[in-house]
């Protein structure tokens, strides 16, 4: 059984800043993109990072160019994180890690976790 555990979340001001965890763990032979998405109320879940397990990444068009927002992974500790700085009103969500994986040796198989708060306050 592969999980996905996020931690990080939580309230902060305006241009404050957080760093959100994901680990997996359980049966893994490898994971190749680990990302994270968000969905804040009303709207449909959206992405908001990626990264391969080469390092390449990927923004959504709605972080992207905002310098204050970076994803980065260890592969040896099988965990994604996002560093979020000078955050906006408009950036509350609950953020959701998802991951490629390859458990035992069969897949691969798309997995998330159960999602972390995150709630920016003007």
């Known amino acids: 059984q592969v999980q996905l555990v996020e931690s990080g979340g939580g309230l902060v001001q305006a241009g404050g800043s957080l760093r959100l965890s994901c680990a997996a763990s359980?049966?893994?032979?490898?994971?190749?993109?680990m990302g994270w998405y968000r969905q804040a109320p009303g709207n449909q879940r959206e992405l908001v990072a990626r990264?391969?397990?080469?390092?390449?990444?990927?923004?959504a068009d709605s972080v992207k160019g905002r310098f204050t927002i970076t994803i980065s992974r260890d592969n040896a500790k099988n965990t994604v994180y996002l560093q979020m700085n000078s955050l906006k009103p408009e950036d509350t969500a609950v953020y959701y890690c998802?991951?490629?994986?390859?458990?035992?040796?069969?897949?691969?198989?798309?997995?998330w976790g159960q999602g972390t708060q995150v709630t920016v306050s003007s």
């Open positions: 990264i391969t397990s080469g390092g390449s990444t990927k923004y």
């Open positions: 998802n991951a490629i994986i390859i458990p035992g040796g069969w897949g691969p198989y798309e997995y």
């Open positions: 359980g049966s893994i032979f490898s994971i190749d993109a």
